[in-house]
T-cell receptor, first 114, second 114 residues
């Protein structure tokens, strides 16, 4: 069965610090997709990244970077030089080829303090 | 493009009442799903559909019905509302099954059952 664990319920950092959000997943499948979504205080869900299981290259997009490690079943998300606008709830999600479900973790609430 | 449209945005129901949460997308997406978001629980999948005429259960389907008569619409029905169904509901659509495409989310419906 699929499972996504985001062990960090809430994190607070001071602006300009780097912060890493952890995501550990479980699946028996060899073909799967991993996602990160952001939910700012306004409540909408914003897609950030999708990564398939065959692509272990790390991804960097501006201040955001993602570290995918199949050996540890982790897909961690790092924000460099954090800004107050990064304050949000961040969700990691998983979909494998067993069925068509996209399963989310419980989310990590990130507070960036000015 | 309107994307994914959910109505209503807010709703208060009395225990035992029924209602339908509407979800429509104009992106010709095959895959649609409903999630509920509760504090500390993340996003939990209620029902999903991989195309018109096909629906399946997610993690928490009890108390909810769905149907998919057209590609565009995926309504969620509460037949007899209970206080445990107080939540924020999100509809999502994707151009492909499961993880093959990113999910686009509606703005959410905040439902309170008293």
């Amino acid at each position: 069965a699929q499972k996504v664990t985001q062990a960090q319920t809430e994190i607070s950092v001071v602006e300009k610090e780097d912060v890493t959000l952890d995501c550990v997943y479980e699946t028996r499948d060899t073909t799967y997709y991993l996602f990160w979504y952001k939910q700012p205080p306004s409540g909408e869900l914003v897609f950030l990244i999708r990564r398939n299981s065959f692509d272990e290259q790390n991804e960097i997009s501006g201040r955001y970077s993602w570290n995918f490690q199949k050996s540890t079943s982790s897909f961690n998300f790092t924000i460099t030089a954090s800004q107050v606008v990064d304050s949000a709830v961040y969700f990691c999600a998983l979909s494998d080829s067993t069925d068509d479900k996209i399963i989310f973790g419980k989310g990590t609430r990130l507070h960036i303090l000015p | 493009n309107a994307g994914v449209t959910q109505t209503p945005k807010f709703q208060v129901l009395k225990t035992g009442q029924s209602m339908t949460l509407q979800c429509a997308q104009d992106m010709n997406h095959e895959y649609m799903s409903w999630y509920r978001q509760d504090p500390g629980m993340g996003l939990r999948l209620i029902h999903y559909s991989v195309g018109a005429g096909i629906t399946d259960q997610g993690e928490v389907p009890n108390g909810y019905n769905v149907s998919r008569s057209t590609t565009e619409d995926f309504p969620l029905r509460l037949l007899s509302a209970a206080p445990s169904q107080t939540s924020v509901y999100f509809c999502a659509s994707s151009y492909s099954r499961g993880g093959f495409g990113e999910a686009f989310f509606g703005q959410g419906t905040r439902l309170t059952v008293v």
